[in-house]
């Protein structure tokens, strides 16, 4: 078999258990394609030969013996703000250029355990801080469909890595869109979980109330199983949610007759590309020939979502970047005069514009004298807007809309302007201050670029999400479209 | 809003960040549109709503039993710390 980076995770570690080829094979294949690639994508910051090959040899003996987990000896990437022990994890920033993670995150834990071979660590926007890629450290990431735009972000190395085919799947992690945005511009499929469904232990922390860990990966069955591999409860996260985990891949399969599905009125505005919206309306269509019941649905608050997330999430930055402080761990400054001198320097040097940006936003927002005006009132309104969302879901079953308002943009097109950046995680921010499962799935092409739809559900509905999108991917085959050069 | 030099100096010395000359009229420009974005939640009306401290509505910081369940990982910390000697982390002179 020679055509491993065009199969589907269930199918690599169908071959694999049945002895068709070994992890060895395998791996080297995909180290292989990633070296090829790499120069052209810049899609990882770290690529881990001789480990993965060492993981894949005691894959392959696991698998002798007849041992072995649903994922043993299936390659993946992890975004590089997951921990990883004796592995460089830099979340894509000078300040951690040199961090040695000195133990695992949960999800790098369960997915090793279960089997999972890593071959090296994703690039993406520095400290998750972006939705381009282009305020990584590490250079930006470009997309596969054309190198001269930017493939989102802030998970834009594991998009990247996954739609060029140089992996099968990649975790990912999404605090205002960062899975599914990169998702929707490179064309496969991407999964934010239910806040509290993942472990957010070793995730190196944005903005606390909001990050999620999920997966990106070619389609919506591969989602399942890796999603079920890494969800669970976690001691170690004390938001993490002590809720069953389902078989989600053995759930897949219903039938979508009587879904009922609400459009988001909000989300065919003005600032909808019409091409794009052709594309998502087609896509409704299927999902009506399937049996789902489309109504209108309208969430008055949710246009504030926008602000009101850029007073939450650099809030909660400001707070949980307080920790690089140049003593323990990360960059230091040369020759500190004192230690508010070490302080300052080490952090106005080890932070790239875009984290310093938000830094501060948060820290005026949190300052004496505004704390009530922005914070609090940014805490009321995400209230309001969570109220919505569960208003909408007595009536409906899942929310349908498009995921980005265009399909990717040219490298530099938006780092001028923070605001215009910012407006490009319009569709996908509420998912995230409302804690809701949601994914995104390739549902078309404009100008020959992928366009995402996006199916939002009630908490804890990740098994009706992934069975949508999976039953729209049986009916159609956007998602099977690799770009060219990568086929 | 338009935010002057003074109050970007202000905000980076309480966020303990260093900035250069140049990137002071940056932030300034940007930060004073960013704050005039998130000005339109004034609008809003919210006196009697409850602010949000958590996306997943009734839950509450979960407790556990106050017992020891970490071992000392000192040994595997120290070598990320930018200086240390004799197992202590280095900091500048603090006290005269």
């Given at each position: 078999?020679?055509?491993?980076h065009?199969?589907?995770?269930?199918?690599?570690?169908?071959?694999?258990?049945?002895?068709?080829?070994?992890?060895?094979?395998l791996?080297?294949a995909?180290?292989e394609?990633?070296?090829?690639?790499?120069?052209a994508?810049?899609?990882?910051?770290?690529v881990?030969?001789s480990?993965?090959?060492e993981?894949?040899?005691?894959?392959?003996r696991s698998?002798?013996?007849g041992?072995?987990?649903?994922l043993?000896g299936?390659?993946?990437?992890?975004?590089d703000?997951f921990c990883?022990?004796?592995?460089?994890?830099?979340?894509?920033s000078?300040?951690?250029?040199?961090f040695?993670?000195?133990?695992?995150?949960?999800?790098?834990?369960?997915l090793?355990s279960?089997?999972?071979?890593?071959?090296?660590?994703?690039?993406?926007?520095?400290?998750a801080?972006g939705?381009?890629?282009?305020?990584s450290?590490?250079?930006?990431?470009?997309n596969?469909?054309?190198?001269?735009?930017?493939?989102?972000g802030?998970s834009g190395?594991s998009?990247?890595?996954?739609?060029?085919?140089?992996?099968?799947?990649?975790?990912a992690?999404?605090?205002g869109?960062?899975?599914?945005?990169?998702?929707?511009?490179c064309?496969i499929?991407?999964?934010?979980?239910?806040y509290?469904?993942?472990?957010?232990y070793?995730?190196?922390?944005?903005?606390s109330?909001l990050?999620q860990?999920?997966v990106?990966?070619?389609n919506?069955?591969?989602?399942?199983?890796?999603?079920r591999e890494?969800a669970g409860f976690?001691?170690n996260?004390?938001?993490?949610?002590?809720?069953?985990?389902p078989?989600?891949?053995?759930?897949?399969?219903?039938?979508?007759?009587?879904?009922?599905?609400?459009?988001?009125?909000?989300?065919?505005d003005?600032?909808l590309d019409?091409?794009?919206?052709?594309?998502?309306?087609?896509?409704?269509?299927?999902?009506?020939?399937?049996?789902?019941r489309?109504?209108?649905?309208?969430?008055?608050?949710?246009p504030?979502?926008?602000?009101?997330?850029?007073?939450?999430a650099?809030?909660?930055?400001?707070?949980?970047?307080?920790r690089?402080?140049?003593?323990?761990?990360?960059?230091r400054c040369?020759?500190?005069?004192?230690?508010?001198?070490m302080?300052?320097?080490?952090?106005?040097?080890?932070?790239?514009?875009?984290?310093k940006?938000r830094?501060?936003t948060?820290?005026?927002?949190?300052?004496a004298?505004?704390?009530?005006?922005y914070?609090?009132?940014?805490?009321?309104?995400?209230?309001?807007?969570?109220?919505d969302?569960?208003?909408?879901?007595e009536?409906?079953?899942?929310?349908?809309?498009?995921?980005?308002?265009?399909?990717a943009?040219?490298?530099?097109?938006?780092t001028?302007?923070p605001i215009t950046?910012?407006?490009?995680?319009i569709y996908t921010?509420g998912?995230?201050?409302?804690?809701?499962?949601?994914?995104?799935v390739?549902?078309g092409?404009?100008?020959?670029?992928p366009v995402?739809?996006?199916?939002?559900?009630?908490?804890?509905?990740?098994a009706?999400?992934?069975?949508?999108?999976?039953?729209?991917?049986?009916?159609?085959?956007?998602?099977?479209?690799?770009p060219a050069g990568?086929? | 809003?338009?935010l002057?030099?003074?109050q970007i100096?202000?905000?980076?010395a309480?966020?303990?960040l260093?900035?250069?000359?140049?990137?002071?009229?940056?932030?300034?420009?940007?930060?004073?549109?960013?704050i005039?974005?998130v000005?339109?939640l004034?609008?809003?009306e919210?006196?009697d709503?409850?602010?949000?401290?958590?996306?997943?509505p009734?839950?509450?910081?979960?407790?556990?039993?106050?017992?020891?369940?970490e071992?000392?990982?000192?040994?595997?910390?120290?070598?990320n710390?930018p200086?240390?000697?004799?197992?202590?982390?280095?900091?500048?002179?603090?006290?005269e």
């Amino acid at each position: 078999m020679d055509d491993f980076h065009n199969s589907t995770l269930r199918q690599l570690a169908a071959g694999l258990r049945a002895r068709k080829f070994s992890s060895v094979e395998l791996v080297g294949a995909f180290l292989e394609r990633i070296e090829r690639h790499q120069a052209a994508l810049n899609a990882f910051i770290s690529v881990t030969r001789s480990q993965a090959l060492e993981a894949a040899r005691e894959a392959d003996r696991s698998l002798a013996s007849g041992a072995g987990g649903a994922l043993t000896g299936v390659p993946i990437a992890h975004k590089d703000l997951f921990c990883t022990k004796g592995v460089r994890t830099t979340c894509g920033s000078r300040m951690l250029e040199n961090f040695i993670s000195p133990y695992d995150a949960t999800v790098v834990a369960k997915l090793r355990s279960a089997g999972a071979v890593m071959l090296g660590k994703t690039n993406m926007d520095e400290f998750a801080m972006g939705s381009s890629n282009e305020t990584s450290y590490y250079g930006p990431v470009r997309n596969p469909w054309n190198p001269a735009l930017v493939p989102g972000g802030s998970s834009g190395g594991s998009a990247a890595a996954v739609a060029a085919r140089l992996v099968p799947v990649a975790t990912a992690t999404d605090t205002g869109g960062s899975i599914r945005q990169p998702a929707a511009l490179c064309g496969i499929t991407g999964l934010k979980p239910t806040y509290g469904r993942v472990s957010r232990y070793g995730m190196v922390a944005f903005a606390s109330s909001l990050d999620q860990g999920g997966v990106l990966t070619t389609n919506a069955a591969d989602a399942a199983l890796l999603l079920r591999e890494m969800a669970g409860f976690d001691a170690n996260d004390s938001t993490s949610v002590d809720v069953a985990v389902p078989d989600y891949l053995a759930a897949l399969g219903s039938p979508l007759k009587g879904l009922k599905i609400g459009l988001l009125r909000e989300f065919f505005d003005q600032g909808l590309d019409a091409e794009n919206e052709r594309q998502v309306r087609e896509a409704l269509r299927v999902f009506e020939s399937l049996g789902a019941r489309l109504v209108e649905v309208s969430l008055p608050h949710l246009p504030l979502s926008v602000p009101v997330y850029y007073v939450v999430a650099p809030a909660e930055c400001s707070s949980n970047l307080a920790r690089f402080d140049g003593v323990r761990f990360g960059h230091r400054c040369e020759n500190p005069r004192d230690l508010n001198d070490m302080y300052r320097r080490s952090r106005g040097e080890g932070f790239g514009a875009e984290v310093k940006r938000r830094i501060m936003t948060g820290t005026y927002v949190l300052s004496a004298g505004y704390y009530d005006a922005y914070y609090l009132k940014a805490q009321r309104v995400r209230s309001l807007i969570n109220a919505d969302f569960s208003r909408a879901f007595e009536s409906v079953d899942v929310l349908l809309g498009p995921t980005t308002p265009t399909p990717a943009f040219a490298i530099g097109a938006k780092t001028a302007d923070p605001i215009t950046m910012y407006l490009n995680d319009i569709y996908t921010i509420g998912a995230n201050l409302a804690g809701l499962p949601a994914i995104s799935v390739p549902c078309g092409f404009v100008q020959d670029l992928p366009v995402g739809l996006q199916i939002v559900g009630p908490h804890f509905s990740e098994a009706r999400v992934l069975n949508a999108a999976h039953a729209f991917q049986e009916a159609t085959d956007w998602h099977t479209r690799a770009p060219a050069g990568y086929a | 809003m338009a935010l002057t030099r003074e109050q970007i100096a202000s905000i980076a010395a309480l966020a303990r960040l260093e900035l250069s000359a140049a990137e002071t009229p940056v932030y300034q420009e940007s930060l004073s549109r960013i704050i005039d974005f998130v000005g339109a939640l004034d609008a809003c009306e919210t006196a009697d709503v409850v602010p949000m401290a958590h996306p997943l509505p009734g839950q509450s910081q979960r407790l556990r039993p106050d017992v020891v369940t970490e071992s000392d990982h000192h040994a595997d910390y120290q070598p990320n710390a930018p200086q240390v000697a004799a197992g202590l982390y280095l900091v500048p002179k603090v006290i005269e």
